[in-house]
């Protein structure tokens, strides 16, 4: 094999490996997006009238075993997800957010006002 043949294989190996790479970054990503999402709506269908059907960042995150930071990155990708803040009963400052599954029609989409 030739100098040029091993540096043609090599860069169609990184071409192929960085699509791998990217594929399967991806799919991690929709598949934790719509985790949460069938999560917090399974947690809203069997809501009570005392209780709303939202979870904090820390009770998802330990539920879906899952980072807080990936709990983040799927609830602020997906539009089903409405995140709202806690406030201190105390100082009236925010102190948690959050994460309520709601149809995006629901929360203001585009069927509202068109």
């Not at 803040?85 to 929360?107: F, K, M, N, S, W």
């Amino acid at each position: 094999m030739s100098l040029d043949t091993v540096a043609n294989l090599a860069s169609i190996v990184t071409a192929v490996a960085a699509v791998a790479a990217w594929g399967y970054f991806y799919c991690s990503r929709w598949q934790r997006r719509h985790q949460l999402e069938r999560y917090l709506k399974s947690v809203k269908e069997v809501a009570t009238d005392t209780e709303v059907g939202r979870r904090t960042i820390m009770h998802v995150s330990g539920k879906l075993k899952m980072t807080e930071a990936q709990v983040l990155e799927a609830a602020f990708s997906s539009a089903n997800i409405h995140c709202s803040l806690g406030q201190d009963r105390v100082t009236g400052r925010a102190d948690c957010l959050y994460l309520e599954h709601a149809p995006y029609d629901a929360i203001g989409g585009p069927t509202d006002g068109l």
